[in-house]
């Protein structure tokens, strides 16, 4: 079994299991599978620059460094990631400390008209 | 003065007004005027190039690639409609200052008329087509400014929203046709597409070209179909009336007409657009401003109709009927601009504009009623008055035309157009000012003060001298008709003259004016037919269309818009799987050319953790807390990921983060329910794993092969390995990339963070202000709380940790660019710190000893970065050029100053202030829910101790 076939399996673990909690009807399961999908990209962007052991990109004698450019494009994706799930867990508490409720969908208009009468 | 002042002086003296507002009103209205007239003065001081016949040109390059470049040109064409421009606009600014009232807010009228007038200099002067474009759209925005100015009239706000939707999709069409226009000719610039005539009649493309062109001139100067929107715009106070829908704005159209009149004009296509949209517009305007009862609205379509006359004199391509419209535009200006301002002294002082209710005015208003009778006589074209040399060479050139195979169709509806000015021209004067006195007036009128009708009144003086002395504005009207005509025509040579003989046009002129004392004897049974007869309205047409539109966009967005966001990412997940299928099936792999690792035991326990943990999280979900717990493993083993592969940057910038993300969930999680109930069905939650399962499947396919396949095109990587040290003088080649080769992304990217920091704030601020901070400070904890709010073990801990974590940040941010660090870790850790005092001390005890609020912190670290990029222009360098050399200080080692060390100084403060602004906040929500606020640190809860913790001798307190 190759490190490649490991890490290519995790991105499409971390992405099924992220996609399917973002296809859940709460907020807080929606923000995990983003946060899990945060991972996916994170890693999936990184493993472009494919997968080197034992050679950092910091400049000494050895002849060999991998590709510094994805981890440069991760590390602040990782960041500003952090930024954006902020962001969205204030809507999606913002919305249940307004609205007493957590559901991601809008109620269908029958059931709105319903509740107006 | 340049030519570049000129157009920018009213738009930087638009900031004054406002500013000047709580000065005064003198004050408000004086700054504007000086502003117009240094403007004024600037065009001036080019008059003597103008009159010599030259071209004032000046220009920048703004997108050269774009071929869009701000060029300005001054010719007799744009000079005549500056003057008119700034000259009427002195005018109109003396008369608004008496006009509005004292409940109007006049720093933001004359904000919107100087914005409003700096876009019309623009246009009049732009040498370059696109540039154009841009000043003609911010007419249309700046009008509707004005037009809406009085919000609080619902007919203000309707008659905005038609003139910008008219205007807007006339700007549209106009923005193809010039796009048009400057592909078949190479360049977007006027100097060049005047030249080239032949090109452009000769293209196929002429015809679409044209048609768009027209499309947004006549949208803008409300030629028919499209003269509806004039009247409604009326709505708006009279200076904007008198300025924008009689001098100014509504001749934008006509402008254009003529600035491309040489390149466009004489062709069939051009002759029966325009000359029969022109007549049409003419006769229509005129019969329709017959009846109207309204003063302005009689006008509004009185204008219209002369602008159809000035359309059809551009239309009939001869050099003589463009020299009458030049003319007839000055001359227009004059009379209709006084009309105006008197319609407006009117209303101010009998609080009415409806004939019915008016007339007698003469003996109670004679200042008024004079200015009225000659401007209004001019209109009509009466002798010794400039309306009449016109509108004579009107009438000939009318003559002269024949549209349709027809020698009669135009000069006989040029004699019914004519002639209906003249009764509606008639029918103001008389049933406004003549007739008895009535004593039913809705105030007591009299003539204003000098500032009222001064304005008028001088523009009057203008009608009656180039009325009497027409040879006075002839030379001025031969150059701009020369600069209008360029090389495809030459100026006539027939002079302007009161007396030109029986001709014609004689004839025709005065049957225009007797048939119109005939039809306004005849007012009453004209009236009632009129009344009687079913025509269209085009206000109500115009709204039906409007709500079949909205009606329609509503049904689609409804329809794909339901509000539920599960389908949306369903739906979204679907496509992308499918369109990544739809690539790998028809497109081909190429062999694998890099050969597996080998995977050891410790790497294969990591990745049964990640996977164990990820699964567990899909199952267990429900139970939040819990989640919580398993995406931690989740990221801390990602962590442990980016260390194995040769990533140690990104492995320290995971763990810290994932800390903070923790603590953020932790926080939100205080308020939400720690359980997620089971709603959705079986079936639902079986269709939502065959989408995640393709999903996931999809990008295993996806990083598998590629992981296995060497890049198609070497990478810019190796340069940044290479020239990391040379050029930007770090080892660390992930720092030197994120502080230099790549310091504006970064830069972007600090900034991106700060805004979602405030962002965060801005909505605690707004929960904190509304109906949720009741529910908050009532809010029962659904968990009994600790007894010990800061275990003292705790808070010891932290204080001691806290000067560690500081110099653990210090070291990780000045290593940063050789080794392992930087700016956004050291951020990261450092406000790990900070948080941890918040947890262990409390929000009280650590708010009162913060020096600087978070914003702060935020701004000054994008400002420090910015800076730091801006301090290189003064090497002559680009943005963001960095600098760096090496210093000893003894006893210290060498060591390297970098200024992308300053630079990551900028990222390393707004990150703490990001982080830290963004917890505050959901600690702030924390902290109005509980019952007490806690002053010290190490305290216990009072709702559990039975003793009063505040006695300084409990024994209890005395014990911790």
């Given amino acids: 079994m190759g490190l490649e076939l490991l890490v290519a399996s995790a991105i499409g673990i971390l992405t099924a299991a992220g996609m399917y909690l973002v296809l859940r009807l709460r907020t807080f399961p929606v923000i995990m599978g983003m946060s899990l999908l945060t991972y996916a990209v994170n890693v999936f962007l990184f493993a472009s620059g494919r997968l080197t052991i034992g050679a950092p990109p910091i400049l000494t004698d050895a002849a060999r460094y991998t590709d510094p450019l994805p981890q440069a494009l991760v590390l602040t994706a990782i960041v500003i990631s952090f930024g954006m799930t902020a962001v969205v867990v204030m809507i999606g508490l913002g919305a249940y400390l307004g609205g007493d409720d957590d559901r991601v969908n809008d109620p269908a208009p029958e059931t709105e008209a319903e509740e107006t009468t | ?960």
């Fill in chain 2, 1 to 960: 003065m340049s030519l570049f002042l000129v157009v920018a002086l009213p738009f930087l003296g638009a900031l004054l007004p406002g500013l000047m507002n709580s000065a005064g009103r003198q004050a408000c209205a004086g700054v504007t005027f000086t502003v117009t007239l240094a403007a004024f003065i600037g065009l001036l001081t080019n008059l003597p190039t103008v009159l010599a016949g030259e071209v004032v040109t000046t220009g920048v390059n703004w997108l050269p690639a774009l071929g869009m470049n701000v060029n300005l040109m001054l010719d007799g064409l744009g000079f005549f409609f500056a003057l008119l421009i700034l000259g009427i606009g002195l005018l109109i600014i003396t008369y608004a200052r008496f006009y509005l009232s004292r409940d109007d807010n006049m720093g933001e009228f004359f904000t919107y008329l100087l914005l409003f007038q700096g876009a019309m200099v623009g246009i009049v002067l732009s040498d370059n087509i696109l540039l154009l474009i841009v000043f003609w759209e911010l007419t249309s925005l700046s009008s509707f400014l004005l037009i809406g100015y009085w919000k609080h009239l619902p007919e203000g706000r309707q008659g905005a929203r038609m003139a910008l939707t008219v205007t807007g999709m006339g700007g549209l069409a106009l923005i193809g046709g010039m796009l048009i226009l400057g592909n078949i000719t190479g360049s977007y610039d006027l100097s060049v597409i005047l030249q080239s005539r032949e090109i452009i009649q000769a293209s196929p493309l002429y015809l679409p070209a044209l048609v768009l062109i027209l499309l947004g001139c006549f949208t803008k100067s409300a030629q028919f179909p499209f003269h509806f929107w004039l009247p409604h715009a009326m709505a708006a106070p009279t200076p904007v009336s008198a300025y924008l829908h009689s001098a100014t704005m509504v001749k934008a159209g006509i402008f254009l007409m003529a600035r491309l009149w040489p390149v466009l004009s004489g062709t069939p296509e051009w002759f029966v657009i325009v000359t029969t949209a022109g007549l049409v517009t003419m006769v229509l305007g005129a019969v329709i401003a017959l009846f109207k009862h309204d003063l302005k609205a009689l006008l509004a379509f009185s204008t219209v109709s002369h602008l159809g006359l000035i359309t059809m004199l551009l239309g009939t391509g001869t050099a003589f009927g463009a020299m009458a419209a030049v003319f007839h535009i000055l001359n227009h200006a004059t009379f209709k601009a006084a009309l105006f301002m008197s319609a407006g002294i009117v209303d101010h002082e009998t609080h009415t504009r409806d004939i019915r209710r008016l007339g007698g005015l003469r003996h109670l208003m004679p200042v008024t009623f004079g200015i009225v009778t000659l401007a209004a006589l001019s209109m009509a074209g009466i002798p010794l008055l400039n309306g009449f040399l016109s509108k004579e060479m009107m009438l000939e050139e009318a003559h002269h035309t024949v549209l349709f195979g027809s020698h009669w169709l135009a000069p006989s509806l040029a004699v019914i157009g004519s002639l209906f000015s003249a009764a509606y021209c008639f029918r103001l004067i008389s049933h406004t000012f003549l007739g008895p006195k009535r004593d039913d007036y809705p105030a007591h009128p009299h003539d204003p003060g000098f500032g009222m009708w001064g304005p008028p009144a001088l523009l009057v003086v203008l009608v009656v001298m180039i009325g009497c002395a027409p040879f006075l504005a002839e030379p001025f009207v031969k150059i701009v008709t020369a600069s209008l005509l360029g090389e495809a025509a030459t100026v006539p040579t027939a002079h302007f003259k009161i007396w030109h003989g029986l001709v014609p046009a004689l004839y025709m002129s005065i049957a225009a004016v007797l048939g119109g004392l005939v039809v306004l004897a005849l007012f009453k049974p004209l009236l009632r037919m009129w009344d009687g007869a079913p025509r269209p309205e085009a206000k109500v047409i115009f709204e039906a269309l409007v709500d079949a539109v909205v009606a329609l966009s509503r049904g689609i967005i409804h329809s794909l818009h339901t509000g539920a966001f599960s389908r949306y990412a369903a739906i979204a997940a679907v496509t992308i799987t499918a369109a990544g299928y739809h690539a790998w099936a028809t497109g081909s792999v190429g062999a694998a050319t890099r050969v597996p690792q080998p995977a050891g035991p410790v790497e294969i326990a990591g990745w049964v953790m990640l996977v164990t943990a990820t699964l567990g999280l899909v199952f267990l979900h429900r139970n939040r807390l819990l989640s919580l717990i398993l995406i931690g493993i989740v990221g801390l083993m990602v962590s442990v990921g980016f260390v194995l592969f040769s990533a140690p940057d990104l492995a320290m910038t995971q763990i810290t983060v994932e800390v903070v993300t923790i603590i953020l969930l932790l926080l939100a999680l205080n308020f939400l329910p720690n359980r997620t109930p089971v709603e959705s069905t079986v079936l639902r939650r079986m269709r939502d794993a065959v989408v995640a399962i393709a999903a996931g499947l999809a990008t295993f396919a996806l990083s598998y092969h590629f992981l296995l396949r060497d890049t198609v095109a070497p990478s810019i990587s190796e340069f940044h390995l290479a020239s990391s040290y040379k050029g930007g003088g770090g080892s660390n080649v992930v720092n030197v990339i994120l502080v230099d080769f790549r310091g504006f992304d970064t830069f972007g990217e600090i900034i991106v963070l700060g805004i979602a920091a405030l962002l965060i704030y801005a909505l605690t601020e707004t929960l904190l202000d509304g109906p949720v901070r009741a529910r908050l400070l009532n809010r029962k904890p659904d968990q009994p709380r600790a007894g010990d709010m800061h275990p003292m073990m705790m808070v010891v801990l932290t204080r001691v940790l806290m000067p560690l974590v500081m110099l653990v940040g210090f070291y990780i941010f000045w290593r940063g660019h050789n080794e392992p660090g930087g700016g956004f870790i050291a951020g990261l850790i450092v406000s790990i710190g900070v948080v941890m005092q918040y947890m262990a001390s409390g929000f009280s005890w650590t708010s009162a000893r913060l020096r600087y609020p978070y914003h702060g912190v935020i701004g000054a670290g994008v400002l420090i970065a910015g800076l730091t990029g801006i301090g290189s222009w003064f090497f002559g360098k680009p943005f963001l050029t960095s600098d760096f050399t090496y210093v000893r200080i003894p006893p210290f080692e060498k060591f390297e100053l970098a200024t992308a060390a300053l630079f990551d100084l900028g990222v390393f403060l707004a990150v703490v202030g990001a982080v830290m602004l963004s917890l505050e906040s959901f600690s702030r929500l924390a902290r109005r829910s509980q019952m007490t606020d806690n002053e010290h640190p190490m305290d216990i809860d009072p709702s559990r101790a039975e003793s009063d913790p505040a006695d300084p001798g409990n024994p209890k307190r005395e014990g911790v």
